[in-house]
């Protein structure tokens, strides 16, 4: 094995070419492949950090119409107490609470957790304890657990911060223990937070008891034995249970509990996009593997004399194998390492701001999986095609004439050129499938305008928590906000459109007609102040906005969407038309306006039908100020103004998350412009190197076709004929490749349009681009080999014959 290693470094060394190319072929393949499979592995493969993770499970509440909800207090209660199969269960439940006291105010991410939940994860604190049975029962005394950052922040990293006194909306709170750094959750919906500060006893933070009200994450950890679905089975079944025993408040009937696992749930989002892009890549990788053997095969070509000379001196055919089989370990390590230099990068996808807000992105590292992945692709790349020269010969033989051409070598070059282009064809349809979908939502109307808006969170404490103390404060934000300069409108929202952030609620509409039946229609809910769709540029279809007459004690108003509006006006008029809202069904609501249907949730996902209240009628502690600018460059320096006007309302109120919309928008559309900017680049990669594989198999073929095509010229073919007859061969070869990829494109279509949600139409337009993309690279380089064939020589042909 030495003596062959050593043999084959002599060979390789004295054809640099090949060597070259065959090192930068497989590099490149796997290379993209192994970046793209260091994403799949960080996000979609690698077992959640926390203990025994395939047993972990995420509980929903499921209405009749199949959509998933969070849980209710009762039903967290119901799910623990009657579960056999679930050794734990844990609801969360997020919070804005200020840190006053020591230090500046600032605004903390909390998090109310049950006393399981870090038990069930297999967390330890770094410092003290963390939330105990003890902590979590009516007037126990408040406790805080510390993020390990904030401890890092507030209190630099001191022992003493355990024991210590902080204060949380005027509430005193003493710090128990303090997280490890390396324990973080990963959002198990659009609202939960990125990160939390601080964690507390869910019991003292519940709002509402009620079995209606739902707002609680529930975590699961199935019982040793039980199997996921046998829990989910069971999980369901208690859900239908609960709704008929407790039918007053699952209006309707029919609801129930759903139990997924946690890792596949918390990637949901990401999953199918992943996937196609490692398609694609797999593509990429396919080609390279067919380049190489092309390779291959030309230098098994070249070598045909000196593995005859072999076989006649009495080499078997298993001592050549073993010798063209070293030569390709060679290949494969040499093409693995630079493979693994160019995947070394993927790390640096974590650093991407666009990208930080994607689940587990921040995790993608070269690991064992990866160094693995990497290698066993390199060895198969250059493995399956290194004996490609003795492929067809049977027992090599010195009686074989070097001068005769190989029709069965010619033959396989030109099913690998088919098959190059074939792959690269699907992998273009597949990029710019993904492209004109981001392109569509690019053009997507997300129901205002979000160019020159600046926008900050204000959580109230405590001191406003009355409804009229709301209204002061907002109000004397508002004008604040309205008095920097170059702010043209100013207004506030509960919640901010493209934030993912929802509140699904109910509501009845009353019968237009006497003697009809309520409307049972489900919505969005969201607050707002009178200037709200003039600072976001909302169109008002129809009726009034609000109006500062619209206050507290005026009767109840709300505006509808065209979404709502359009169910409502199958049963009558909508503008004045009166809604019930089921959390205050004695109340009737007035509709005295119709406005744009905007996107809440983000460019992937529709809009919902969304109810607007006025924020007089609705108060709320937390809204966000949103500001337009004059000119959309400046909203970026706009909002740090605005926001600094908003604090001088009162120091010790803090204001967070100064952005702008277009930021905003900017991370709503990452996920797909991710896809779309990779695939892209993957496509270009697979056109590049089949126009490279290309060339080099025609210019093999018209190698092997040399003394044919000397007498055909000798014979008073012109050069022109030869050229011409050259690349119609190519155009036929090429357009048989290019029809194969296209048919492959549709089914992939099909497949990524079941996939990937959000605007994805792909038409004809994409498919002719892929087609002429395609064909055009592969005539390309065909071009020279063709040229090659035209200006051979008959006379030097001929005496070489002689």
Not at 29 to 56: E, H, I, K, Q
Not at 102 to 128: I, K, N, R, Y
Not at 201 to 230: C, I, K, Q, W
Not at 564 to 579: F, K, N, Q, T
Request: charged share 15%.
């Amino acid at each position: 094995m030495l003596l062959d290693l050593r043999y084959a470094i002599r060979a390789m060394r004295r054809a640099k070419g090949f060597t070259a190319a065959a090192v930068a072929t497989i590099a490149l393949g796997t290379g993209a492949t192994a970046a793209v499979f260091a994403v799949v592995n960080a996000v979609l493969v690698r077992p959640l950090p926390y203990r025994d993770p395939s047993r972990l499970a995420l509980v929903w509440s499921v209405d009749p119409h199949g959509s998933r909800t969070w849980l209710s207090p009762p039903e967290l209660e119901d799910l623990g107490r009657r579960a056999t199969t679930l050794e734990s269960v844990a609801g969360l439940s997020d919070l804005r609470l200020n840190l006053t006291g020591d230090g500046a105010p600032e605004e903390l991410q909390v998090v109310a957790a049950s006393p399981s939940f870090f038990p069930m994860l297999g967390v330890t604190a770094a410092a003290g304890r963390l939330l105990a049975v003890e902590d979590d029962r009516e007037q126990s005394p408040r406790v805080a657990v510390l993020s390990h950052a904030l401890w890092q922040r507030r209190f630099g990293g001191a022992p003493s911060a355990v024991g210590a006194t902080i204060h949380l909306d005027g509430r005193a709170y003493t710090v128990v223990g303090v997280l490890p750094a390396s324990f973080s959750l990963i959002p198990p919906s659009s609202v939960f937070p990125a990160h939390a500060d601080v964690w507390v006893a869910l019991r003292n933070h519940l709002p509402f008891a009620g079995r209606d009200v739902r707002y609680l994450h529930a975590v699961a950890r199935v019982r040793e034995g039980a199997t996921m679905a046998s829990a989910a089975g069971e999980v369901n079944a208690i859900g239908a249970a609960v709704s008929r025993e407790y039918a007053s408040a699952y209006a309707g009937g029919g609801w129930s509990f759903a139990l997924v696992r946690m890792q596949d749930d918390l990637v949901r989002g990401v999953r199918p996009a992943l996937l196609t892009l490692f398609g694609v890549v797999s593509l990429v990788l396919a080609i390279a593997c067919v380049n190489v053997a092309a390779l291959m095969l030309a230098r098994g070509a070249a070598r045909r004399r000196e593995l005859t000379v072999r076989a006649a001196l009495g080499a078997s055919r298993l001592r050549l194998a073993r010798q063209l089989l070293t030569e390709g370990l060679v290949l494969a390590v040499c093409g693995g390492a630079g493979g693994l230099l160019l995947a070394s990068f993927a790390p640096a996808l974590a650093r991407v701001p666009a990208l930080a807000g994607l689940p587990r992105f921040d995790e993608v590292t070269l690991d064992w999986r990866v160094l693995s992945f990497t290698a066993v692709a390199a060895l198969a790349t250059a493995f399956a095609f290194a004996l490609a020269p003795l492929v067809g010969r049977g027992r090599v033989s010195a009686a074989v004439p070097s001068g005769v051409r190989s029709t069965a070598t010619t033959a396989t070059g030109r099913w690998l050129a088919g098959a190059e282009i074939a792959l690269a064809t699907l992998a273009l349809v597949v990029a710019l499938l993904l492209a004109s979908r981001f392109a569509r939502m690019l053009d997507v109307n997300p129901g205002f305008e979000s160019g020159g808006v600046a926008a900050m969170r204000v959580s109230l404490a405590p001191a406003y928590r009355d409804a009229a103390a709301m209204t002061r404060y907002y109000d004397a934000a508002i004008e604040a906000a309205r008095h920097v300069a170059g702010v043209v409108s100013a207004a506030a929202v509960t919640q901010l459109p493209l934030s993912g952030a929802q509140l699904g609620s109910t509501f009845l509409a009353v019968p237009a007609r006497e003697g009809g039946a309520e409307v049972r229609v489900d919505a969005d809910l969201r607050g707002i102040t009178p200037d709200y769709p003039v600072a976001m540029r909302m169109p008002v279809v129809a009726g009034r906005p609000f109006t500062t007459a619209d206050r507290a004690d005026a009767p109840a108003v709300a505006l509808v969407d065209e979404l709502l509006a359009a169910r409502l006006a199958a049963s009558g008029p909508v503008i004045g038309r009166r809604i019930r809202w089921i959390r205050r069904p004695e109340r009737a609501i007035e509709v005295v306006g119709i406005v744009g249907a905007v996107r809440h949730r983000g460019v992937e996902e529709e809009a919902r039908a969304t109810v607007y209240l006025p924020y007089t009628q609705y108060a709320r502690s937390t809204m966000f100020i949103v500001a337009r600018t004059a000119a959309a460059p400046a909203a970026a320096s706009t909002a740090r103004a605005v926001a600094a006007a908003v604090g001088r309302i009162d120091p010790a109120q803090p204001v967070a998350d100064v952005q702008t919309l277009e930021d905003l928008r900017a991370r709503s559309l990452a996920r797909p412009g991710f896809g779309a900017a990779l695939g892209g680049v993957l496509a270009a990669l697979a056109l590049a190197m089949t126009a490279v594989g290309v060339f080099g198999l025609f210019a093999y073929a018209v190698a092997q076709r040399r003394r044919e095509l000397g007498i055909r010229l000798a014979l008073g073919a012109t050069p022109h004929a030869v050229l011409a007859m050259v690349l119609s061969d190519a155009a036929r070869l090429s357009a048989g490749g290019v029809c194969t990829g296209i048919g492959a494109g549709i089914v992939a279509a099909r497949v990524i349009r079941a996939l990937l949600p959000g605007p994805f139409a792909p038409d004809a337009l994409v498919l002719a681009t892929a087609a002429v993309v395609s064909l055009a690279s592969a005539l390309a380089a065909c071009w020279s080999p063709a040229r090659r064939a035209a200006a051979v020589d008959p006379a030097d042909v001929l005496r070489a014959d002689a």
